[in-house]
């Protein structure tokens, strides 16, 4: 009898734990570096990626990564920016062995952003071809009528014959869209501008500078555009840089290394991939950035940080923990 209740009383203490780790915490605060779970209490496996805020809701498109493996672009939304819920695979590789999107090819740095007059989501990515490593170096392209997908992929292509590599979109005031991407083998980085449909690339199409740089992310801030890229080391963290320019076709002016606090010069161990700004807050961006870890990827850890300003040129400062009220309540 005794060993009963002892035993009963043991089952119900290991449950309690068990229920206590399933429910994972209520986020409050970002914590750059750190572990983060989605609201199941699963690691967010989203990388190289890039937000979209949608009627009132935060997406988060990125890489779900294998230990090396590329196994599509994964999609979390979330109301206030800390708590992900995962909403599953946005785009997924083909099982047909002959598509350009089957296993063994990469889908890279995917970004989202919505066409009012085609009402469709429409995603470009960083795509190369199964089996062929980083030789193709093309942009793809995939749509959806919901947000969270599934997309369906489109085509590829080199924009205006040019090198597709790391790439990002920026959707202007105006409603034109461009792609900001990294051109002959990275010395390259250049600006295209999408056609209407945001599907299809411009003939506009513009060398930015020859820096040898990519990851680029971008924002707008009081008619100024920002662009933080990154050197070209692989999954090596290196250092950043800020270019700034009155128009997106340039020219840019180089304003050096943004980053400050430890480990700046690398970037904090990181690499960027996307600023997000934050609607109802004035002057309030997001710097995102992965801090890869090669030998398993999917176990790469996210840094976001928010940017401040000193005498109007952006800065970004390392912090363990912050909060959205950086900008106010
Ligand atoms: C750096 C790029 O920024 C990443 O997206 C990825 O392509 C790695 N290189 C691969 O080495």
Redesign the pocket.
């Known amino acids: 009898m005794r060993f009963l209740l002892f035993s009963s009383l043991l089952c119900l203490t290991t449950l309690r734990v068990v229920q206590a780790q399933d429910v994972p915490k209520r986020q409050t605060s970002f914590k750059p570096g750190e572990v983060w779970l989605d609201t199941k209490g699963e690691v967010i496996n989203a990388h190289?990626g890039g937000l979209l805020f949608d009627k009132g809701t935060y997406y988060w498109f990125g890489e779900k990564r294998g230990k090396s493996a590329s196994e599509g672009v994964n999609v979390y939304s979330s109301k206030d920016l800390y708590n992900w819920k995962m909403e599953g695979l946005a785009l997924a590789k083909s099982t047909d062995t002959t598509s350009e999107i089957a296993t063994h090819g990469l889908m890279?740095?995917p970004k989202v952003i919505y066409n009012p007059r085609t009402k469709q989501y429409v995603m470009w990515f960083?795509l190369e071809l199964p089996g062929q490593g980083?030789k193709a170096a093309r942009a793809g392209v995939a749509v959806s009528k919901n947000v969270t997908g599934p997309y369906t992929y489109v085509k590829s292509f080199r924009p205006n014959g040019h090198m597709s590599?790391?790439m990002t979109l920026f959707v202007d005031d105006d409603g034109s869209a461009y792609e900001i991407y990294s051109a002959r083998e990275n010395y390259d980085l250049r600006i295209v501008k999408l056609t209407d449909d945001y599907l299809s690339a411009t003939s506009q199409d513009t060398l930015l500078f020859s820096d040898h740089r990519?990851?680029p992310a971008v924002f707008k801030k009081d008619g100024k555009y920002f662009l933080i890229t990154?050197g070209?080391t692989?999954?090596a963290p290196n250092r950043a840089s800020l270019h700034v320019a009155d128009s997106l076709f340039g020219p840019w002016q180089p304003l050096g290394d943004p980053m400050k606090g430890p480990m700046a010069d690398k970037t904090f161990d990181g690499?960027s991939t996307y600023i997000q700004p934050v609607p109802g807050k004035k002057n309030a961006f997001i710097f995102i950035a992965d801090r890869w870890n090669p030998k398993d990827l999917k176990d790469s850890r996210y840094l976001w940080l928010p940017i401040s300003f000193d005498a109007n040129q952006p800065v970004v400062q390392w912090t363990d923990a912050w909060k959205l009220d950086v900008w106010g309540k």
């Open positions: 190289g890279e740095r960083h980083y590599r790391d990519e990851a990154s070209c692989g999954w690499q």
